[in-house]
């Protein structure tokens, strides 16, 4: 509370949370502005989220689609007659529907947000962490038979018989 004995040349006034703010404006116009801005901000950081979804998503797309079959041919080239790991026989197998789910992500990401519902920016960032890790396992996967690194991924260890 401040009274107006405290330096405003002594009139008798109180500004004690009477709804009226030094603005002028009220309490509730003030809150509906910093809210506002507040919603504002939320938006721009839901479709940055939604933006990056999209390109992890087309990163991981073309990854699958052109990058992942040409290792499969490098593979038949160089380790003829040999088994591939049981990842890299998934990725290579199952390319297509990973796609499918990966571009699944951001469309319904973009339907949820459309649609203002709350759980948009939930599936928008699991859609985040989902690309970022399939990402990861598809390039660990596709340079696993390089390595021949014994069963550790379900490679059978070519040292012993």
């Not at 990973?98 to 928008?124: D, E, F, H, N, Y």
Request: proline letters at 6%; aromatic letters at 10%; one cysteine or more.
């Amino acid at each position: 509370m401040k009274f107006g004995n405290e330096g405003d040349g002594g009139k008798a006034s109180c500004q004690c949370g009477s709804g009226t703010s030094r603005s002028g404006m009220s309490d509730p116009e003030q809150e509906q502005g910093e809210g506002s801005r507040s919603t504002k901000t939320k938006r721009f950081w839901i479709g940055v989220s939604l933006i990056i979804l999209f390109l992890f998503s087309a990163a991981n797309v073309f990854l699958l689609l052109f990058i992942v079959p040409k290792f499969e041919q490098i593979f038949a080239d160089t380790l003829p007659g040999r088994p591939l790991p049981t990842v890299t026989e998934f990725i290579i197998t199952g390319r297509i529907v990973i796609a499918i789910v990966t571009l699944g992500w951001p469309i319904l990401g973009a339907i949820l947000l459309r649609q203002r519902k709350s759980s948009a920016i939930l599936w928008i960032n699991i859609g985040i962490v989902w690309t970022f890790f399939q990402i990861g396992i598809t390039t660990i996967a596709l340079f696993i038979p390089m390595t021949m690194g014994g069963d550790i991924f379900g490679m059978p260890d070519s040292n012993h018989p």
